[in-house]
């Protein structure tokens, strides 16, 4: 393994997680043992040994990846390309300051029931749950970023008679990046959530869905396993997308 990567791993967060796991383990161990119903780290590992567990958690695992990727897309398209437009806009942004209040304080959970009423039990259902929740975090950080650009900028391109589609792309959306960026993690963290949260109510597929049904089975190891991964998706996702920002940062500073 490269020298750069063993340096980016903090030891103090290593030691916490190995601490919290011991702790949990002896936990269960001296106040619960025997208890069929509760499950320890040891437990969760020793899961890992039945295939049928190992199958059904990949299928899972690629679900709700799947679903959280799609809605997570979408909602980076649309909010970015609405956000811009509402950043942009003076009159745009007065306009929508109040309905998107509005919108982005409803629970996107407490859409789950009308939506399998139009979708079904279906991954279209969980793809728009998580597309409407994504949405307002990486929107509103996409309008204040694009508001953010000093007005001396705006200025400089005018002056060199820039047309606004270069100065959209190679101005504006670079100079809001890191705003933007911040949005999109945090809906890509919620878009995790979202997803296993759709699949335990609304669609028998995924992570989810395999929590519920492990907890209906009393399959504590494995319940507690589908957790642990659903923790680990979001983080893996989390460190993908910081890994391909960082990569397109020198190319935004070569087109800026």
């Known amino acids: 393994m490269d020298v750069s990567v063993w340096r980016r791993i903090n030891p103090s967060g290593v030691l916490v997680i190995v601490g919290f796991a011991v702790a949990w383990q002896l936990t269960v161990s001296l106040l619960a043992p025997g208890q069929s119903t509760v499950a320890g780290p040891i437990d969760v ?16 695992t690629a679900h709700t990846s799947l679903a959280a990727l799609l809605g997570w897309t979408l909602a980076l398209v649309f909010g970015v390309g609405v956000g811009a437009w509402i950043g942009y806009s003076k009159a745009a942004w007065i306009a929508s300051a109040s309905s998107i209040d509005v919108l982005r304080a409803l629970p996107p959970v407490a859409l789950i029931a009308p939506l399998v009423l139009i ?19 990486i929107l509103v950080n996409t309008a204040l970023g694009v508001r953010q650009v000093p007005r001396q900028t705006h200025e400089v391109c005018a002056t060199l008679r820039l047309k606004r589609a270069h100065t959209l792309f190679r101005v504006t959306l670079p100079w809001a990046a890191p705003v933007i960026l911040v949005g999109a993690r945090l809906a890509l963290s919620l878009a995790v959530i979202l997803a296993v949260v759709s699949e335990m109510v609304g669609n028998p597929e995924g992570l989810g869905y395999q929590i519920v049904f492990s907890q209906q089975a009393l399959k504590p190891g494995a319940l507690y396993l589908y957790i642990v991964v659903a923790g680990l998706l979001a983080l893996a996702l989390n460190a993908l997308l910081v890994a391909l920002a960082g990569r397109l940062r020198p190319i935004r500073r070569r087109t800026a």
């Open 45 to 60: 590992v020793a899961a890992l040994g039945d295939d049928r567990v190992v199958h059904d958690l990949l299928v899972a």
């Open 119 to 137: 979708f079904g039990f279906s991954i279209s259902m969980e793809v728009a749950v998580i597309f409407y929740g994504c949405l307002w975090p």
